[in-house]
T-cell receptor
Framework: ELKVEQNPLFLSMQEGKNYTIYCNYS?????LYWYRQDPGKSLESLFV?????AVKQEGRLMASLDTKARLSTLHITAAVHDLSATYFC??????????????FGKGTKLTVNP | DAGVIQSPRHEVTEMGQEVTLRCKPI?????LFWYRQTMMRGLELLIY????????DSGMPEDRFSAKMPNASFSTLKIQPSEPRDSAVYFC?????????????FGPGTRLLVL
């Protein structure tokens, strides 16, 4: 059974600081996703990482994937208050036929303080 | 595109009542997923369909839950009878398929409260 672990689960940081969220998973996969969820809202896709060594950046967020280590990171640079949200990683358990079944981590609740 | 559409957005019902949640996926997407989100258990996959066919319903908690996808543009998740522990946010998501750089697109969710 695929397990996905995120840490930390809660992160409080000051504006302007850098930090990294980690996502470890237990079985082989080469597709990993990061989502953002604001309170009371739905999940919004941030990044799709499709291969070992993949790196994607959008604004102050950068995500990477190391399939050999079964590890993805979401790095936050110079945090701002607008980044406060819960961030989920999800790993693809792609089965025969190409259907995309995802297993989600528990999420990291990020609070950026002024 | 309007995105994934779910209805109702909020539902309050009493224990024992039947609840039906509805989802319209993005046109052209061939996979549809139903998730449940609670504080205690996080985001759980209940069931997913590929080309309207249920592929994996191992996440459906018990026989009180059932899901159908009669055509490519509509799916329902039914709870009968409902119980207070079913209170959660239920998300529907759709996926276009293939090996593209696509992801699952989530609907706004249905917030269910069973009293």
């Amino acid at each position: 059974e695929l397990k996905v672990e995120q840490n930390p689960l809660f992160l409080s940081m000051q504006e302007g600081k850098n930090y990294t969220i980690y996502c470890n998973y237990s079985t082989t996969s080469d597709r990993l996703y990061w989502y953002r969820q604001d309170p009371g809202k739905s999940l919004e896709s941030l990044f799709v990482l499709l291969s070992n060594g993949a790196v994607k950046q959008e604004g102050r967020l950068m995500a990477s994937l190391d399939t050999k280590a079964r590890l993805s990171t979401l790095h936050i640079t110079a945090a701002v208050h607008d980044l406060s949200a819960t961030y989920f990683c999800a790993v693809d358990t792609r089965t025969w036929g190409g259907s995309e079944k995802l297993v989600f981590g528990k999420g990291t609740k990020l609070t950026v303080n002024p | 595109d309007a995105g994934v559409i779910q209805s109702p957005r909020h539902e309050v019902t009493e224990m024992g009542q039947e609840v039906t949640l509805r989802c319209k996926p993005i046109s052209g997407h061939n996979s549809l997923f139903w998730y449940r989100q609670t504080m205690m258990r996080g985001l759980e996959l209940l069931i997913y369909f590929n080309n309207n066919v249920p592929i994996d319903d191992s996440g459906m908690p018990e026989d009180r839950f059932s899901a159908k996808m009669p055509n490519a543009s509509f799916s329902t998740l039914k709870i009968q009878p409902s119980e207070p522990r079913d209170s959660a946010v239920y998300f529907c998501a759709s996926f276009p398929g293939g090996t593209s750089q696509e992801t699952q697109y989530f609907g706004p969710g249905t917030r269910l409260l069973v009293l």
